[in-house]
């Protein structure tokens, strides 16, 4: 059964930092493209960093330039998203998603396979 399960989720104060992993069971992420989303209430589900198979990224949300940068260890079949800088208006469920093997990134949602269950971050003081 093909997985996809995040986790570093929580709560942070405006500034600080987190780092989210994407770890995936059942398949291996090598060949795949990996994106972040998040989605905030009310908002629909946006696109935030993803990395192809290659290693190459592509930011698909411009107020997250210069503070998130993603990253994948194929040894550990995860990917990561670090955050730094984190503000009021990142709160959101983030989401790791896989496209189908050997398909290259792209910001939106539903060109996306595999889904994992999310994880919240919450920035407040």
């Known amino acids: 059964q093909l997985q996809l399960v995040e986790s570093g989720g929580g709560l942070v104060q405006p500034g600080g930092s987190l780092r989210l992993s994407c770890a995936a069971s059942?398949?291996?992420?090598?060949?795949?493209?990996i994106g972040w989303f998040r989605q905030a209430p009310g908002k629909e589900r946006e696109g935030v960093l993803c990395?192809?198979?290659?290693?190459?990224?592509?930011n698909y949300a411009d107020s997250v330039k210069g503070r998130f940068t993603i990253s994948r260890d194929n040894a550990k079949n995860t990917v990561y998203l670090q955050m730094n800088s984190l503000k009021p208006e990142d709160t959101a469920v983030y989401y790791c998603?896989?496209?189908?093997?050997?398909?290259?990134?792209?910001?939106?949602?539903?060109?996306?396979?595999?889904w994992g269950q999310g994880t919240q971050v919450t920035v407040s003081s």
């Open positions: 998603a896989a496209r189908r093997r050997n398909y290259r990134c792209s910001g939106y949602p539903s060109e996306y396979t595999y």
């Open positions: 059942g398949f291996t992420l090598d060949n795949y493209a």
């Open positions: 990395i192809n198979s290659s290693g190459s990224s592509t």
